[in-house]
T-cell receptor, first 117, second 108 residues
Framework: DVKVTQSSRYLVKRTGEKVFLECVQDMDHENMFWYRQDPGLGLRLIYFSYDVKMKEKGDIPEGYSVSREKKERFSLILESASTNQTSMYLC????????????????FGPGTRLLVL | GIQVEQSPPDLILQEGANSTLRCNFSDSVNNLQWFHQNPWGQLINLFYIPSGTKQNGRLSATTVATERYSLLYISSSQTTDSGVYFCAVDTGRRALTFGSGTRLQVQP
């Protein structure tokens, strides 16, 4: 089974702090994604990566950056956390070739609930 | 960008009832997936269904790509089916655009 893990389930940070959210997948997937989920808005794409050191902006990249130094790990960075970044953050991965399931099927981690005070 | 609309936004069922959830999208897609988010927040992929019909136990899904909609059928619902159901589509950029979801509550 595909496994996607996230470094924390719950996180509390203060305004202005630098925040790192880590995501690791164990199925050699090429693609990795970061979404945020807010009530009534569904999931919105922040950034994605289709290869090591490659990244693409999603629909709401402002205030975020990402890093992908190894294929299995994709990090989301909040350079200076703000209260409007309080949200649920979800990481996902998928394969172009169908590793672990139909190609391009996205597999999600359990999510990180971030509270910025 | 592409618009994804799901209906109904909320649904309350008695255990054993059947239901149909709908997803409309505004442009051609090459990837459509249905997900279930359980009360603990975990998203589980139900179907990868850019076109055609698939069945998995009590769940089935149909996508009519030419008419830009997909349907998720839940038969003989159980309390464990409760949660939020999302439809998500990809137009070729590899990332998914999600609808705002249908919140389902199945009562015993």
């Amino acid at each position: 089974d595909v496994k996607v893990t996230q470094s924390s389930r719950y996180l509390v940070k203060r305004t202005g702090e630098k925040v790192f959210l880590e995501c690791v997948q164990d199925m050699d997937h090429e693609n990795m994604f970061w979404y945020r989920q807010d009530p009534g808005l569904g999931l919105r794409l922040i950034y994605f990566s289709y290869d090591v050191k490659m990244k693409e902006k999603g629909d709401i990249p402002e205030g975020y950056s990402v890093s992908r130094e190894k294929k299995e790990r994709f990090s989301l960075i909040l350079e200076s956390a703000s209260t409007n970044q309080t949200s649920m953050y979800l990481c996902a991965s998928s394969s172009l070739t169908g590793a672990g399931g139909p190609r391009e099927t996205q597999y999600f981690g359990p999510g990180t609930r971030l509270l910025v005070l | 960008g592409i618009q994804v609309e799901q209906s109904p936004p909320d649904l309350i069922l008695q255990e054993g009832a059947n239901s149909t959830l709908r997803c409309n999208f505004s442009d051609s897609v090459n990837n459509l997936q249905w997900f279930h988010q359980n009360p603990w927040g975990q998203l589980i992929n139900l179907f990868y269904i850019p076109s055609g019909t698939k069945q998995n136990g009590r769940l089935s899904a149909t996508t009519v790509a030419t008419e830009r909609y997909s349907l998720l059928y839940i038969s003989s619902s159980q309390t464990t089916d409760s949660g939020v159901y999302f439809c998500a589509v990809d137009t070729g950029r590899r990332a998914l655009t999600f609808g705002s979801g249908t919140r389902l509550q199945v009562q015993p």
